[in-house]
T-cell receptor, first 115, second 113 residues
Framework: DAGVIQSPRHEVTEMGQEVTLRCKPI?????LFWYRQTMMRGLELLIY????????DSGMPEDRFSAKMPNASFSTLKIQPSEPRDSAVYFC?????????????FGSGTRLTVV | GQQVMQIPQYQHVQEGEDFTTYCNSS?????IQWYKQRPGGHPVFLIQ?????EVKKQKRLTFQFGEAKKNSSLHITATQTTDVGTYFC?????????????FGTGTQLKVEL
């Protein structure tokens, strides 16, 4: 298995532009998570899906952020419009809920810089 | 909401010295996991603890879950340069939350020769 695949690896955009981050979870995993990591705030859960349904989006900062999971093999996180304070590393992770001793598998992340 | 704190925030050790990071949750946990993130990398799952007082070992790493299931520790014996990275604990709440993990603040370990 290729693991959790995220794209792009790096994104530099101007303030006000729309940014779309993409994630392909591990085949067979039924939970998908979007995390944001910064030095100041550490690893923050933005939203998570179970069986393609959003379960908890309480971590989504504001209306500028939206996430979708149209099918079991693809998810997007969109920021519109982007702001400099959105600069961070965004991780997607997947797991198999209900399986004991099963941790999250993280993707390599997308480093977003908003200038 | 649930908060998970770790201490220390940073630790510098000489190679061969031992290292311990402590994890404390504001609420009782159903289980706790530990992850390692190498510099520039992504978190990688190490282990999960479920039972009160549980102790598990992975080579030089010893993981412990507190009796009250609100704290945990990771101890590394005789550190090596390959141990460099940030270690995170992550807890699952007892009530609700589903498959959601709350990550701790992390302890960054640096190992000097």
């Amino acid at each position: 298995d290729a693991g959790v695949i995220q794209s792009p690896r790096h994104e530099v955009t101007e303030m006000g532009q729309e940014v779309t981050l993409r994630c392909k979870p591990i085949s067979g995993h039924n939970s998908l998570f979007w995390y944001r990591q910064t030095m100041m705030r550490g690893l923050e859960l933005l939203i998570y899906f179970n069986n393609n349904v959003p379960i908890d989006d309480s971590g989504m900062p504001e209306d500028r952020f939206s996430a979708k999971m149209p099918n079991a093999s693809f998810s997007t996180l969109k920021i519109q419009p982007s702001e400099p304070r959105d600069s961070a590393v965004y991780f997607c992770a997947s797991s198999l809920q209900g399986q004991t001793n099963y941790g999250y598998t993280f993707g390599s992340g997308t480093r977003l810089t908003v200038v | 909401g649930q908060q998970v704190m770790q201490i220390p925030q940073y630790q510098h050790v000489q190679e061969g010295e031992d290292f311990t990071t402590y994890c404390n949750s504001s609420t009782t946990l159903s289980n706790i996991q530990w992850y390692k993130q190498r510099p520039g990398g992504h978190p990688v799952f190490l282990i999960q603890l479920v039972k009160s007082g549980e102790v598990k070992k992975q080579k030089r790493l010893t993981f412990q879950f507190g009796e009250a299931k609100k704290n945990s520790s990771l101890h590394i014996t005789a550190t090596q340069t390959t141990d460099v990275g940030t270690y995170f604990c992550a807890g699952r709440g007892v009530t609700g939350g589903g498959n959601k993990l709350t990550f701790g603040t992390g302890t960054q370990l640096k190992v000097e020769l």
